[in-house]
């Protein structure tokens, strides 16, 4: 008969052979920023559409988003609420188009819809305009990606998880030397010229390497606590998003 000596020392081969039997985990998809920019970018749009929530602390400004974005190849609808100006806000982008439903103290002729623009001329879009197109571009996956694919250098990358879903994990530094004037939510594009080093992002992937989470840490850049957080869920999930009606837009 075995001794309780010998089966623990069984047992602990038992487990060694068993572990040197396994194959390692698969390495994560991607090593280059560019081929990581492409392979989700086609994913997203495979997708089709996605529910999202973004949260927004650079320097003073501090805001929450959600809303639902149906992704393509003639660009991203997405219909959201923000808290951006301090009160809630809906903003809809439809057809290359960005809509803001204004407040009701602030209607012009009493429609409840303004077209935003980042160079509009109209009062609106003139105080509002660069920061709620920035915002609307934030929550598109495919604004990120097209900054990683442009001036981005993939630094470390892990198979882990998020809130329970099996997820790559991709740490990316992004050159503002190399982004121009296509800067994130927070950065005036006038700035360009004033800024200068690194910042980092993180992206985290589903299987099919759709985005889960993009985090943006602008912190180096503005000296100051500063970062976006975009999350994203329900990839597939019907939508609805409609511009609004052209009888309400002011």
């Not at 920023?33 to 086609?42: E, G, H, I, K, N």
């Not at 630094?155 to 992004?174: N, P």
């Given at each position: 008969?075995?001794?309780?000596?010998?089966?623990?020392?069984?047992?602990?081969?038992?487990?060694?052979?068993?572990?040197?039997?396994?194959?390692?985990?698969?390495?994560?998809?991607?090593?280059?920023?560019?081929?990581?920019?492409?392979?989700?970018?086609?994913?997203?749009?495979?997708?089709?559409?996605?529910?999202?929530?973004?949260d927004v602390a650079v320097g003073q400004v501090r805001s929450k988003s959600q809303g639902q974005a149906r992704f393509g190849p003639d660009?991203?609808?997405?219909?959201?609420?923000?808290?951006?100006?301090?009160?809630?806000?809906?903003?809809?982008?439809?057809?290359?188009?960005?809509?803001?439903?204004?407040?009701?103290?602030?209607?012009?002729?009493?429609?409840p819809w303004v077209s935003v623009a980042a160079d509009g001329s109209d009062p609106f879009s003139q105080v509002l305009g660069t920061s709620?197109?920035?915002?609307?571009?934030?929550?598109?996956?495919?604004?990120?990606?097209?900054?990683?694919?442009?001036?981005?250098?993939?630094?470390?990358?892990?198979?882990?998880?998020?809130?329970?879903?099996?997820?790559?994990?991709?740490?990316?530094?992004?050159?503002?030397?190399?982004?121009?004037?296509?800067?994130?939510?927070?950065?005036?594009?006038?700035?360009?010229?004033?800024?200068?080093?690194?910042?980092?992002?993180?992206?985290?992937?589903?299987?099919?390497?759709?985005?889960?989470?993009?985090?943006?840490?602008?912190?180096?850049?503005?000296?100051?606590?500063?970062?976006?957080?975009?999350?994203?869920?329900?990839?597939?999930?019907?939508?609805?998003?409609?511009?609004?009606?052209?009888?309400?837009?002011?």
């Open positions: 008969m075995f001794s309780l000596a010998m089966r623990k020392a069984a047992v602990v081969l038992l487990v060694l052979l068993l572990a040197a039997c396994s194959d390692p985990p698969p390495p994560p998809s991607f090593a280059d920023a560019r081929q990581l920019a492409d392979a989700v970018t086609a994913a997203t749009r495979s997708g089709g559409s996605a529910k999202f929530a973004t660009g991203t609808a997405q219909v959201m609420t923000t808290d951006f100006i301090g009160e809630p806000m809906e903003l809809r982008e439809v057809a290359g188009k960005l809509y803001a439903k204004v407040p009701e103290g602030s209607r012009d002729e009493g429609k709620l197109t920035q915002l609307a571009a934030q929550n598109d996956p495919a604004h990120s990606l097209s900054e990683i694919r442009a001036a981005g250098t993939i630094v470390s990358a892990e198979r882990t998880e998020l809130a329970g879903v099996r997820a790559e994990h991709y740490r990316i530094d992004l050159d503002l030397a190399r982004l121009g004037t296509d800067l994130p939510a927070g950065l005036p594009p006038d700035s360009a010229d004033k800024l200068s080093g690194k910042f980092p992002v993180q992206v985290w992937l589903d299987d099919a390497h759709r985005p889960l989470q993009i985090v943006l840490d602008l912190s180096p850049v503005l000296r100051g606590e500063a970062s976006i957080t975009t999350r994203y869920s329900e990839w597939g999930a019907p939508v609805e998003i409609q511009a609004p009606p052209p009888g309400e837009v002011g």
